[in-house]
T-cell receptor, first 111, second 111 residues
Framework: DGGITQSPKYLFRKEGQNVTLSCEQN?????MYWYRQDPGQGLRLIYYSQIVNDFQKGDIAEGYSVSREKKESFPLTVTSAQKNPTAFYLCASSFRAWELFFGEGSRLTVL | KQEVTQIPAALSVPEGENLVLNCSFTDSAIYNLQWFRQDPGKGLTSLLLIQSSQREQTSGRLNASLDKSSGRSTLYIAASQPGDSATYLCAPWGNNNDMRFGAGTRLTVKP
């Protein structure tokens, strides 16, 4: 089945560690996105990529990094520079500026 | 920057009621607007997509309208059921190729 796969579903990190969240899609979509969701708040855009080897910062890119080496993959690294990384992270993809589809999310907890 | 507001923030109703969820946005220059449903701890599921040239879209008991000029969209849920309990988010797609989200309306439908 076509869709977006995020892994891991749950992740625990010690302070000072970098972690990478995986996002893979088999929908042949050009654009991919990373959002962060905190309790009671809307989704905030971290990074997005409209094409392979190109990506743009969203509203809250500080402390995060991404790569887009393949059309199907858009991993997000949460670096030690991110001061408050505990959150629910959602990956999405779309065919250009069209309907957005989401993965099931990854919950990151800093111990 | 696009700002999205959803009213009410929370809503609790008995089963069978017809509901109206409101979404307003500040920048009317949008490509489309999408309504999503989110169950606790899960990703977002697309409910309806309204293109900027459309005024409304229907799917089963759901009907969404869009008034671009006034920056408003409404999601109407007919004959609500306990299974409709979830958080509903609206998201207009702007000219800079990203999608902004409201904080959502948390709906509880009581049997």
């Amino acid at each position: 089945d076509g869709g977006i796969t995020q892994s891991p579903k749950y992740l625990f990190r010690k302070e000072g560690q970098n972690v990478t969240l995986s996002c893979e899609q088999n929908l042949n979509h050009d654009a991919m996105y990373w959002y962060r969701q905190d309790p009671g708040q809307g989704l905030r855009l971290i990074y997005y990529s409209q094409i392979v080897n190109d990506f743009q910062k969203g509203d809250i890119a500080e402390g995060y990094s991404v790569s887009r080496e393949k059309k199907e993959s858009f991993p997000l690294t949460v670096t030690s520079a991110q001061k408050n990384p505990t959150a629910f992270y959602l990956c999405a993809s779309s065919f250009r500026a069209w309907e957005l589809f989401f993965g099931e999310g990854s919950r990151l907890t800093v111990l | 920057k696009q700002e999205v507001t959803q009213i009410p923030a929370a809503l609790s109703v008995p089963e069978g009621e017809n509901l109206v969820l409101n979404c307003s946005f500040t920048d009317s220059a949008i490509y489309n607007l999408q309504w999503f449903r989110q169950d606790p701890g899960k990703g977002l599921t697309s409910l309806l997509l309204i293109q900027s040239s459309q005024r409304e879209q229907t799917s089963g008991r759901l009907n969404a309208s869009l008034d671009k000029s006034s920056g408003r969209s409404t999601l109407y849920i007919a004959a609500s059921q306990p299974g409709d309990s979830a958080t509903y988010l609206c998201a207009p797609w702007g000219n800079n190729n990203d999608m902004r989200f409201g904080a959502g309306t948390r709906l509880t439908v009581k049997p």
